[in-house]
């Protein structure tokens, strides 16, 4: 989730459905998201710019999303022209920088599985939580009293029920459901349960 200037000087989080894996140059890759406005309630009236910029060589393009209002998500497609780590940042307020993008010039031949830290960042968990191995974490830490997520002190079978489905935990939480599936939900407990 990152944030995003929405109508009335606010904030919005933006949470990337499926980080996209095994991007190959010149091929299109898709992207759903959504936008949360003060990073609970969806909203489609603003979608985020994406911007990316090759790491080795300097190459930079944008990308613009489209509503999608009956699904209350935005989409974007997009090409990377190169091969190479590409920095990935969603303009916005204030801008977030998501994972690298690896990009290859071929189809990898073993498929890649989205690591805990990546989905941290791209579920948008960052932008209110801290965590010490996460860059740029806590960007709005204590909103709405998000806590730190680090140093580890989280039991692994309750981060499961509670990144499920929240409300059932306590049913007056802000955090949302954010839908995750559970090799996602599988990454982010061993992520946020690993020892220093």
């Not at 904030?11 to 459905?17: F, K, R, S």
């Not at 080795?56 to 022209?81: D, H, M, N, Y």
């Not at 303009?91 to 977030?96: F, K, V």
């Amino acid at each position: 989730m990152s944030p995003s200037a929405t109508h009335a000087g606010g904030w919005g989080v933006t949470t990337i459905d499926h980080w996209p894996q095994n991007v190959v140059a010149g091929k299109p890759v898709t992207v759903t998201f959504v936008v949360r406005q003060h990073g609970i309630h969806p909203i489609t009236e603003i979608g985020p710019v994406f911007e990316f910029r090759n790491l080795s060589t300097g190459e930079t393009f944008q990308a613009r999303s489209k509503v999608q209002p009956r699904l209350v998500r935005f989409i974007t497609t997009f090409t990377f022209p190169s091969a190479g780590e590409w920095r990935w940042e969603v303009t916005s307020w204030p801008q977030q920088q998501m994972p690298n993008v690896t990009v290859h010039a071929t189809a990898p031949t073993t498929p890649a599985s989205t690591d805990g830290k990546t989905l941290f960042v791209a579920k948008g968990c960052s932008m209110c939580h801290a965590h010490s191995a996460a860059m740029n974490s806590g960007e709005l830490y204590g909103v709405d009293g998000a806590p730190s997520l680090s140093p580890n002190k989280w039991d692994a079978e309750y981060l499961r029920v509670w990144l499920k489905a929240p409300k059932t935990v306590k049913p007056l939480t802000k955090m949302p459901n954010l839908g995750l599936r559970d090799k996602e939900i599988d990454a982010l407990v061993t992520f946020l349960t690993a020892k220093p």
